[in-house]
């Protein structure tokens, strides 16, 4: 499982920029499904079907107290592996029910001054499924060959687009999960979620009878186990973790600049796979060969890969998967278990410019 929240200043500027009206983001969500031969339903906490107008008009309208140049709402994906798609027959309740507990787990995730709790109740949110996924520049198929850009990637390929407002219901607090993690922290919204996920369906490759009654899963159940994902390694507080964290992003920003914004890498990736490896000589040994080959104006190959590895898999042999989350820290506890990293947003610029030239499509 991966979740991401999309940055608009990293991940697909144009499509999820969120300082304005939400009809950008939501149109987008709808030409995107219709390219790809789906027609754009969206649902939320107790709609089970809205259109595109009235997610523009109700996020559009959730907008007192903020100022023009700050963010209305947010976008996040949520991307199941294709094992875990498969475990769940790709089914569209049961992705719609465990949207709403992902989104359940996103308020409680906030921490506010006042020590108030949120709830599912207090969001305004809609969301989208989409079955397609293109291939991208930087994908180990296309620079293996085995693919081009622009192909629609093989297998399962279902997640779901949810845009959510930056304010609560009551249009009293600003929520923005962007935000230092005393007041969002977003590793621990990541492993919550993929928790919740094998508590509602069960471990992937349980037998029905073996899965769980459904329902919200066990609050303790997840809570320990996001206890055990997040725990820092011995010797690295918390604070340590944070300011490796901002020194990396540093370096994947400069990276970044240097790379068209299909290659773009996501920060928050690389300083996942950096805390996950202990900050060891590997990472930094594969952060530092990336930016060389990016100086001498080479894309990196399998980026993220590479961090996790120090190695790139060869032309046509076996690509690693799921090398990125804290689904691989569930992995390695409990036994073998498939998850995958998504980037996302990637072909909105192109998708952009397609448009400016008037090759796009309605």
């Known amino acids: 499982m991966y979740i991401k929240i999309i940055n608009p200043k990293t991940d697909g500027k144009n499509a999820y920029s969120n300082t304005g009206s939400a009809a950008q983001a939501v149109n987008y969500l709808k030409k995107e499904a219709k390219e790809h031969g789906q027609e754009a339903a969206f649902f939320g906490r107790e709609s089970e079907q809205l259109s595109g107008d009235e997610v523009t008009q109700m996020l559009d309208r959730n907008v007192k107290g903020l100022r023009a140049q700050d963010a209305k709402f947010y976008s996040l994906v949520i991307s199941p592996s294709a094992a875990e798609l498969a475990h769940i027959g790709n089914d569209d309740a049961k992705l719609r029910a465990y949207t709403r507990d992902v989104m359940a787990s996103y308020a409680e995730n906030f921490r506010l001054p006042n020590g108030k709790k949120l709830g599912a109740e207090d969001l305004v949110w809609a969301a989208t499924r989409h079955d397609q996924r293109i291939h991208r520049g930087s994908d180990p198929e296309v620079t293996a060959g085995e693919s081009k850009q622009g192909q629609l990637k093989e297998g399962l390929q279902t997640h779901i687009h949810v845009v959510v407002s930056a304010r609560d219901a009551d249009q009293k607090v600003t929520l923005n999960p962007m935000s230092k993690p005393d007041r969002f922290n977003r590793v621990e919204f990541a492993a919550t979620s993929g928790a919740l996920f094998t508590q509602r369906f069960g471990e992937v490759g349980m037998t029905p009878l073996e899965v769980p009654r459904p329902g919200l899963p066990s609050r303790s159940a997840v809570k320990a186990l996001v206890d055990y994902i997040t725990s820092p390694r011995p010797g690295i507080s918390e604070e340590e973790h944070q300011r490796r964290a901002r020194r990396i992003e540093e370096r994947v920003e400069r990276i970044n600049g240097q790379l068209p914004a299909d290659d773009h890498l996501d920060a928050g990736k690389v300083a996942t796979i950096g805390r996950n490896r202990g900050y060891d000589k590997v990472f930094y040994s594969s952060l530092k060969r990336i930016e060389l080959q990016v100086a001498e104006g080479r894309p990196p190959e399998q980026p993220y890969e590479l961090l996790a590895s ?36 990637g072909d909105d610029d192109e998708f952009y410019r397609r448009q400016r030239r008037g090759l796009g499509r309605e």
């Open 310 to 345: 120090g190695k790139v898999s060869r032309p046509g042999g076996p690509v690693l998967q799921g090398v990125v989350g804290m689904q691989q820290l569930i992995r390695q506890s409990q036994g073998e278990r498939e998850s995958r990293t998504q980037d996302i947003g």
